[in-house]
Nanobody, 120 residues
Framework: QVQVVETGGGLVQPGGSLRLSCEVS????????MAWHRQAPGNQRELVAS???????KYSDSVKDRFTISRDNTKNTVYLQMNSLKPEDTAVYYC??????????????WGQGTQVTVST
């Protein structure tokens, strides 16, 4: 059974930093596209950042230039470095691992989420 475990959330003051980690218990982690999503109370889940198996990255406009996504395939782990945090970044952050196959079947795994709270 695949496990997706996020760590690193917590309470931080505005302007502070946090680093989220997500470890995925799959073989061939390197072929998975990875992403971080977040969901604030009353809002829909939104894509924050993604990193493809080949290393290409994308960011939502709201976090561009403040967040950095990276991966370490030797550790089956993806990271989200969050700097210059704002109160509006407060949300539950979810890690997603996804890969397609030549048959069209898609493997899609989600973690339980980690709470990030930005407040004084």
């Amino acid at each position: 059974q695949v496990q997706v475990v996020e760590t690193g959330g917590g309470l931080v003051q505005p302007g502070g930093s946090l680093r989220l980690s997500c470890e995925v218990s799959v073989s061939a982690f390197s072929v998975y596209d990875m992403a971080w999503h977040r969901q604030a109370p009353g809002n829909q889940r939104e894509l924050v950042a993604s990193i493809r198996s080949g290393g290409n990255t994308k960011y939502s406009d709201s976090v561009k230039d403040r967040f950095t996504i990276s991966r370490d395939n030797t550790k089956n782990t993806v990271y989200l470095q969050m700097n210059s945090l704002k109160p509006e970044d407060t949300a539950v952050y979810y890690c997603n691992a996804e890969r397609g196959t030549w048959t069209g079947y898609k493997y899609d795994y989600w973690g339980q989420g980690t709470q990030v709270t930005v407040s004084t």
